[in-house]
């Protein structure tokens, strides 16, 4: 039998604070009892209440309730939003639309479970993003490419599964505000490539109603060349009449057999997919030819930037893959559809612990753009190691692209700017461009274990992302404690004791493995483990150039030029070693390990200490964390437990691989006289 958490939504006892006499009853006015989205949040008030602070809840018909929960429709309210107020022992909900009572209903639920008191509250919630993303790398087969938490729950030996735990991930999702899912792997292998085929339209069609109960629309990644793939013409080329009308035909029938569908996600171009590029055509060419085909169905078609030349010589210092989503998509600004959006990786390499912003954001002035992180631990410690990736997320949303400052280009001044603040939330919120079609994904980290995260910790990510692209304003720290006290335990010590672990565990994970934003130095394709040299002579692009004096790619002006994508006050930060942010020194630059940082440490002392203190900090996680045996879920401390036994490991395997490297290159002893192999 496959067994199942709850996750964030166990409704754990609590200890009533004066909320359950508000919450006996629920009552719905202006939106209609039957309809999925609000009976489903009745539902879950019911089971929520019933669980957290025992009894039963009453649905009242008709009739004066004197105190309870009134639900009720008020148009005023904006999309996706919700005000809740308590006068008088009602706790009123209002929204208005489905969404809106949806989450407007977890919200209290939140409340009820952080034991909050409700009296006399008044809070408003509206959604930042219009759209706020799921993006699964699953398989047909069941496999997940990137998957640290067991197999796919959305497909088994080339089915698409639809049951109960899928309805638990749409309650899940639907919790923190996530609207929009793309079920299937952006690398979509042939199986992949049959879900737009009559054979499988009707389990996609039964897995788009149940999301859309939950105010979540699903997506497909698309194959490119689907149309040789699956039997018609023997061409992707976006121009060839024979291809549209192929495509024409298999968008009418796939929209007629699942009308919820939101729309298509596509890779094209990247990694050895096909792409308009194969015919001489540009990325709009593609997009275009797809948007105006899904148009007539209300469709979007999301077209990820991820192209680079992943065949490069690593003797060859001019090419630089930093550069390559921008060179590749800045000519055709403008170009696109109202209904496409350019999906961008937060970094120009591919999610790194550490990276610069991409300079795409905001340099796209004409385009809907939207930001893709990953919470799938690919290269932050495969859901072994703790990583709370919310700090890093909110770095790259409050970075100023300067895209609506008016002196953008010729300005120097990024640190007293500015006229005109413009940060990616901005942008990809639609905010600076207002053109509506815009967001946040994030490529998920779940999975079939039972925890659906693989460590439980790493359920921070999957309930932070989405809180986090709902409301861009919470704190890393505030949505850190939401999630403990609703998975762990409300207990004083378990919170602190959480938040001490979680918010500085990036940093930490930055520590121990590659330093001052080179990036890199994995096991290569695994991408868990050091190996320093890795990817130093491979074709992918990836490169840290260390030898004998120093370490770091010239990524300026006299480099490969990257820096200057940048709007120009960026620019010229980046450029100067002096002014350069030092977590990301040696991305843009190539410095001797003598050179001295503004804490008076060289290079390569700063390698060694960051790496002894990583060690040292895992070690104080696993003393915190062993504090809290018999406070929290005996499962939850073994499951957690027995990660940490594999990050101190790798951690160590880390600080060892690193030390020794550079000291062998370098001959630089450490100042403190440290054991170095
Ligand atoms: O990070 C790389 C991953 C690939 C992934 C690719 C992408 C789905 O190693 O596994 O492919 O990025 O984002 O397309």
């Known amino acids: 039998m496959e067994n199942w ?111 909050k008191p409700m009296r ?57 505000g996530i609207n929009g899912v793309v079920i299937n792997n952006v690398n979509v292998k042939e199986a992949a490539s049959w879900l737009i085929t009559e054979r499988y339209l009707g389990q996609v069609k039964k897995m788009a109603a149940l999301f859309a109960e939950y105010g979540i629309r699903l997506f497909l990644s698309l194959n490119f060349a689907a149309p040789i793939e699956l039997g018609g013409p023997d061409s992707a080329d976006p121009f060839d009449e024979d291809v549209t009308a192929w495509w024409r035909q298999k968008i009418a029938q796939v929209y007629e057999a699942v009308p919820e569908l939101g729309g298509f996600l596509v890779k094209a171009d990247s990694e050895g997919r096909p792409g308009p590029f194969t015919y001489g055509r540009t990325q709009a060419d593609g997009a275009n030819m797809l948007a105006d085909l899904v148009r007539p169905y209300g469709g979007i078609i999301l077209w990820r930037c991820f192209v680079y030349n992943c065949t490069q010589d690593w003797r060859d210092t001019k090419t630089d893959r930093a550069r390559a989503a921008y060179d590749n998509f800045i000519g055709t600004d403008g170009d696109y559809r109202d209904n496409v959006i350019l999906q961008i990786k937060n970094g120009p390499m591919d999610f790194q612990i550490r990276e610069p912003v991409s300079p795409l954001f905001g340099a796209l002035q004409k385009t809907n753009q939207m930001l893709e992180v990953q919470i799938a631990q690919e290269y932050t410690g495969h859901q072994i190691d703790v990583c709370y990736l919310i700090p890093m997320f909110k770095e790259v949303l409050d970075f100023n692209t300067c895209a609506a400052c ?169 450029n100067g070693a002096e002014t350069c942010p030092e977590e990301l020194l040696l991305f843009f630059h190539h410095l001797p390990y003598q050179h001295r940082l503004r804490s008076g440490k060289t290079i390569i002392q700063h390698i060694y200490d960051s790496h002894f203190e990583g060690v040292e900090e895992v070690e104080e996680m696993i003393r915190l964390w062993k504090e809290l045996e018999g406070k929290i879920e005996e499962r939850i401390y073994q499951n957690v437990s027995e990660r940490f036994v594999r990050q101190l490991e790798n951690a160590r395997e880390w600080r060892d691989q690193v030390n020794s490297y550079f000291y062998r290159k370098s001959g630089i002893a450490d100042e403190k006289g440290r054991r170095i192999y």
């Open 5 to 115: 958490t709850q996750g964030w939504l166990v409704y754990r006892h609590v200890e009533d604070v004066g909320n359950a006499q508000l919450t006996r009853k629920i009552k719905i006015t202006g939106f209609d009892e039957e309809q999925p989205m609000v009976r489903n949040a009745v539902a879950e008030f019911r089971r929520g209440i019933r669980g957290m602070l025992g009894g039963s809840v009453t649905l009242v018909h008709a009739g004066a309730m004197r105190e309870g929960v009134l639900v009720s429709c008020r148009q005023e309210i904006p999309a996706e939003g919700y005000r809740i107020r308590e006068a008088d022992g009602i706790l009123q909900v209002e929204a208005a639309d489905g969404p809106g009572v949806l989450y407007g209903i977890f919200h209290v639920l939140r409340l009820v479970a952080m034991e």
């Open 120 to 176: 006399g509250i008044d809070v408003t919630c509206r959604p930042d993003n219009p759209l706020r993303m799921y993006n699964h790398w699953d398989n047909m087969d069941g496999s997940i490419e990137r998957g640290y938490s067991g197999n796919s729950f959305f497909f088994e030996d080339n089915r698409v599964l639809v049951n109960r735990r899928t309805r638990d991930y749409c309650r899940l999702a639907a919790s923190v």
């Open 406 to 574: 008016p002196s953008r280009s010729e300005c120097t001044a990024p640190v007293t700017c500015c006229e005109k603040r413009s940060t990616v939330a901005d942008v990809v919120s639609g905010r600076t461009m207002h053109n509506g079609n815009a967001g946040i994904c994030a490529v998920c980290n779940t999975g079939r274990d039972e925890n659906w995260t693989g460590n439980d910790l790493a359920g921070a990510n999957f309930y932070g992302f989405g809180r986090l692209a709902y409301d861009t304003g919470l704190s890393a720290e505030t949505i850190a404690e939401e999630w403990i006290r609703l998975a762990l335990s409300n207990d004083r010590q378990v919170v602190e004791h959480g938040k001490k672990i979680l918010l500085p565990s990036r940093e930490t994970y930055e520590k121990y493995t590659s330093p001052l934003g080179i990036g890199w130095m994995v096991t290569p394709m695994e991408h868990y483990g050091p190996s320093v040299d890795g990817y130093e002579y491979s074709r992918w692009g990836t490169y840290h150039r260390a030898d004998w004096q120093g370490i770091g790619v010239d990524r300026t002006d006299r480099g490969t030029g990257y820096a200057q994508q940048y709007a120009n006050p960026m620019a010229c930060l980046y």
